[in-house]
């Protein structure tokens, strides 16, 4: 059927135009035309400006050409899975927008970039040619080999005319030359110069070296470095051991378990023996056939003597200690103990110990004058005192020394750092707990309050939903609101729905509520999208119904489609955004009691 036209007349109501009733029989006719042809479906695409969208929630947008037609572009043509350049000699360029990339499936073309989106490899089965440089900076799994130009680079390894390197310098070879940093493992039967590798052995095809098994056999010279070990012989610096202990001997000194012959002594287990029987001593014993004369500083081992014994002027030196006069001292750097044998006890009637305190009967006093007495102890350690009486008892008013511990008192406390008391520290102008997630509490005594800056507040709770109060003299009270709703209540919320997927606005409770009224703002602040819209809810506990009106946007069309149904014991108000922007919705409602 042709377009019929509508005669609007020459002038404006000059009755020469067609009649209201002719006209709107031209305008349903072409209407049944349009709805009754093949087209757009308003229902399930929208064109709007230059966009063509699906209106359902996740619906496909199709092109399909008819029999062996195709789809057309300018200068692309989509025919069946191929897409075919119109144009001659033109490539094919796939340009994302801004930042973005070309993906396909889990492959993403960044620039010159080629990698993975998923954690799998990039896998190239039928190989994979290079004239020029190739550069992999993760991991890439080639089937059918790689056949790279000269200087291309892969990870940090460079390929070269007859030689692989790495530019940290830990593996190089070429012109059959190997180098590395790291380990290199071979097969056995390896050749590498004149070695060659064996299961467990290594040999020299000269003959000048072969060991393998633990076994190992040289002509040249073994060197090893100190802590080496051959046998049961551990060779260190200057020594040399058995792990036996039937020798050891370094730094000059000689030792074993055998029996050792110098000259006419013979030096067996704990024992000197002289052939001609003119000295024997061993297990501390000491016999001589001779005259035993001891000069300088000798040791000797167990002594007994019967009668007196006299020392010298020069003093006498028993291990580490030294006698002399009244002075009785030690080998360097050694201390001096005294420790008496079993119940025993070490008593000095009078003890000066750095000629400044000393020890009498039951005082420790300082013996210079003026000096102070000073008890500290090492590290984090205490100084314990079971019962103390310090000045007879008083230190500025402060009562110590009773027979059970008392509470102190004083006058003024001056504190110039942090204070912790038990549960709370104080530190310049701030009071807080000290235990992790407690409470600061504060209460008076008795019916008394707690005042911050002139303000007293109540010493118990009010009832739900009260509010403080003032009475304009410094004291809080709880008091009710003036304005008391009871047939409905007043909601103000806000939810973020970032899907064109039918998501959940609110809800409310369908045995408390009859329904509700909103007033609702929306914002896509993406695309600067902005609308205000009503909308009333209602239900009979098995089906909701929702109205929306007074819609007002910047935008060509709504940014949502509101509905409702009922889930459980809820009645949910739902959303079917246009796009999967993150897009706000204030509101406020009003529920209505059933």
């Known amino acids: ?29 072409n209407f049944a035309e349009v709805y ?259 000069d300088g500083l000798s040791t000797l081992g167990a002594l007994t003597v019967t009668g007196a014994v006299s020392f010298g002027g020069g003093g006498v030196t028993v291990d580490n200690l030294t006698f002399n006069d009244n002075i009785i001292s030690s080998s360097s750097n050694a201390d001096i103990r005294l420790e008496p044998g079993g119940t025993g006890s070490v008593i000095i009637s009078s003890l000066t110990i750095d000629d400044n305190i000393n020890i009498q009967d039951n005082e420790i006093t300082t013996t210079a004058s003026n000096s102070d007495l000073k008890i500290t102890p090492a590290g984090t350690g205490q100084v314990q005192i079971a019962k103390a009486n310090i000045d007879a008892g008083t230190i500025d008013g402060t009562s110590i020394g009773q027979t059970t511990p008392a509470a102190g008192t004083f006058t003024t406390l001056t504190v110039t750092s942090a204070l912790t008391l038990e549960g709370i520290t104080i530190d310049d102008n701030t009071v807080k707990t000290n235990s992790s997630n407690a409470n600061l509490e504060l209460s008076g005594n008795g019916t008394g309050g707690v005042t911050v800056s002139g303000f007293t507040f109540p010493t118990s709770d009010g009832t739900s939903n009260q509010f403080i109060k003032t009475d304009g003299l410094g ?31 609110n809800s409310f409770a369908k045995a408390t509520y009859r329904g509700a009224k909103y007033f609702i703002s929306i914002t896509d602040a993406t695309n600067s999208r902005f609308e205000v819209v009503e909308a009333n809810v209602t239900h009979d506990g098995t089906n909701a119904y929702i109205s929306t009106f007074g819609s007002t946007t910047d935008y060509t069309g709504p940014l949502t489609t509101f509905s409702a149904d009922i889930s459980g014991s809820d009645v949910r108000v739902l959303v079917t955004n246009i796009s999967d922007n993150s897009t706000v919705f204030k509101f406020q409602r009003i529920t209505f009691d059933v």
């Open 1 to 29: 059927m042709a377009q019929l036209v509508l005669n609007v007349g020459t002038n404006a109501n000059d009755g020469t135009g067609d009649t209201l009733r002719d006209a709107m029989i031209k305008v349903n006719t």
């Open 36 to 294: 009754a042809s093949p087209g757009v479906d308003g229902t399930t695409i929208s064109v709007t400006g230059n966009e063509i969208r699906a209106v359902r929630t996740n619906d496909d947008l199709v092109f399909e050409p008819a029999g062996a037609g195709s789809v057309v572009f300018p200068a692309i043509t989509i025919q069946g899975n191929n897409i075919l350049g119109t144009r001659s000699n033109e490539d094919i360029n796939l340009v994302p927008a801004g930042t973005g990339n070309v993906v396909f499936g889990a492959i993403q073309i960044e620039g010159t970039t080629l990698s993975s989106t998923d954690s799998t490899t990039i896998n190239i089965n039928d190989g994979l040619i290079v004239d020029g440089t190739m550069t992999v900076s993760g991991t890439a799994t080639f089937q059918g080999g790689i056949n790279a130009g000269s200087g291309s680079t892969i990870g940090n390894l460079t390929l070269a005319n007859g030689s692989i390197t790495d530019s940290s310098g830990a593996i190089s070879f070429g012109n059959e030359n190997l180098t590395t940093t790291g380990t290199m493992t071979a097969a056995t039967g390896s050749t590498f110069g004149n070695l060659t590798l064996a299961n467990g052995s290594i040999t020299d095809s000269s003959g000048a070296i072969s060991f393998g098994n633990e076994n190992i056999t040289t002509t040249g010279t073994i060197t090893a470095a100190t802590g080496s070990v051959f046998g049961t012989i551990t060779v260190a610096n200057g020594s040399i051991t058995d792990s036996g202990g039937s020798i050891s001997f370094g730094d000059e000194n000689l030792s074993t378990t055998g029996t050792l012959t110098t000259g006419t002594l013979t030096m067996a287990g704990g024992s000197i023996t002289d052939s001609s029987g003119a000295i024997s001593f061993g297990n501390e014993n000491l016999t001589t056939t001779g005259t035993l004369n001891v």
């Open 475 to 505: 004291t809080l009270s709880f008091a009710t609101a003036g304005a008391t709703l009871n047939n409905s209540d007043l909601v103000d919320a806000t939810t973020t729905v970032a899907s064109s997927a039918t998501s959940i606005m």
